[in-house]
């Protein structure tokens, strides 16, 4: 046998190199938690905020109990595609309550979030048709954009303005408008109702992902849309609304819910839906005590609120002296933007020290020269809990 060149095996080397000078190496961690927000971290006792897990509800005991009893009924498995033999009546439920939990005709529940995202746009769109999208979208949009092969016209992030203009000169019919109703980076809101206003001007649907605003914003928790008042018999035939259910849900999977037309093509033509195996019917039932826990326990959006004024307020004094930026959110999501990779990753480390842990965001998940750490509250955490990160980045600010 001769010796063969292998390029692969000279050039990721060459290729990570190049990550670890830029300082955009990723490392993951093994974890396992212990009580409330406290988690083991590599085997390290940490106070985390980092979980998406916004109303504590992942390690719930009505939950366990749900999905226990989901495995004994049904197993562990879903077994095939829902178009064959996943579509268990425990998912069928599901479906039902989420369409009537956030008061839309009709919903469709996913395996995975990113997996939605992903396909559902390919479904809507394709060559020749126009997708108007966020700068700052999820990647799970960015790349259901670009798979669809539409034409992407980029608008500047929240910019109406630039988004009326880009709509105005587009000769295209089949017209998609797409955004994080929370941008999960900053924690911001999308203008909903100024989006839709310009999707009935010209003609357009709107697809709105609220990740990060399920379960947290709107009455009982039921999200952005509501919470602008646009579900229910304000509900609009040309909004399809996206949420995952890995967030304040505290499990997985995903679903999307609107007009029964909008909801029926997309259980013919999304590639993901029909070609991956149904999520097990366990994780459904599960989601179904999710979501009546999420309706009747205000008390923890509540919890968290008070947790994201106390942080908001507290950070205000530390703000000037390093340069760091709080960005504006209501949110569970709190982005403190220090600028350079190496001053985020450097702000984890010296919070990791205090056994707090904090992830830093880097680019591409940001934009460059806005790296951060991502502060994630829940309403697992105590005011205790907050306190003591404040006094740590005092410590680091000064
Ligand atoms: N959309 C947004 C806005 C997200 O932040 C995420 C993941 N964090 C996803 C979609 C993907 O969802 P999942 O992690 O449930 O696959």
Request: proline letters at 4%; glycine letters at 10%.
């Amino acid at each position: 046998m001769t010796a063969s060149s292998n390029f692969w095996l000279q050039d990721i080397p060459r290729q990570l190199a190049a990550l670890d000078a830029a300082a955009l190496r990723r490392t993951r961690r093994t974890v396992a938690p212990l009580q409330g927000a406290r988690i083991l971290v590599d085997g390290q006792p940490m106070l985390q905020f980092c979980s998406n897990d916004y109303l504590g509800l992942a390690q719930h005991p009505a939950m366990i109990e749900a999905a226990c009893a989901g495995a004994q009924d049904f197993g562990v498995g879903s077994g095939g595609s829902p178009m064959v033999n996943g579509h268990s009546t425990a998912n069928a439920a599901l479906e039902e309550e989420l369409a009537r939990f956030v008061q839309l005709p009709r919903a469709l529940y996913f395996y995975a979030g990113f997996a939605t995202n992903a396909s559902i746009i390919p479904a809507l769109v394709g060559a020749g048709d126009a997708i108007f999208s966020d700068a700052l979208n999820h990647a799970s949009l960015i790349d259901g954009c670009r798979l669809s092969r539409g034409q992407i016209r980029r608008f500047g992030h929240g910019d109406l303005a630039a988004l009326e203009q880009l709509l105005a000169a587009c000769p295209v019919q089949r017209k998609l408008v797409v955004s994080d109703a929370v941008f999960s980076m900053d924690g911001n809101l999308a203008d909903i109702e100024g989006l839709l206003a310009l999707c009935e001007r010209y003609d357009a649907l709107l697809l709105l992902d609220d990740a990060h605003g399920f379960g947290v914003l709107g009455p009982q928790g039921r999200g952005s849309l509501t919470a602008a008042g646009l579900t229910g018999a304000k509900a609009s035939p040309r909004v399809l609304y996206m949420a995952t259910l890995s967030k304040a849900a505290g499990i997985s999977g995903a679903f999307v819910a609107g007009h029964e037309l909008l909801i029926e093509w997309l259980l013919q033509k999304t590639r993901s839906y029909t070609f991956a195996t149904a999520a097990p019917a366990m994780l459904a039932r599960a989601l179904q005590t999710s979501l009546q826990l999420i309706e009747q326990q205000s008390a923890l959006r509540d919890q968290l609120q008070a947790r994201i004024a106390q942080l908001r307020a507290g950070l205000q004094p530390l703000l000037q002296g390093k340069g760091w930026q709080l960005l504006p959110s209501e949110t569970a999501v709190q982005a403190l933007v220090v600028g350079s990779n190496d001053a985020a990753l450097g702000l984890m480390e010296g919070l990791r020290r205090h056994g707090l842990w904090v992830p830093a965001i880097r680019p591409p998940t940001v934009p460059v020269g806005t790296a951060r750490l991502r502060i994630a509250l829940s309403a697992l955490h105590t005011e205790a809990d907050v306190k003591q990160l404040l006094a740590a980045l005092q410590e680091l600010a000064g």
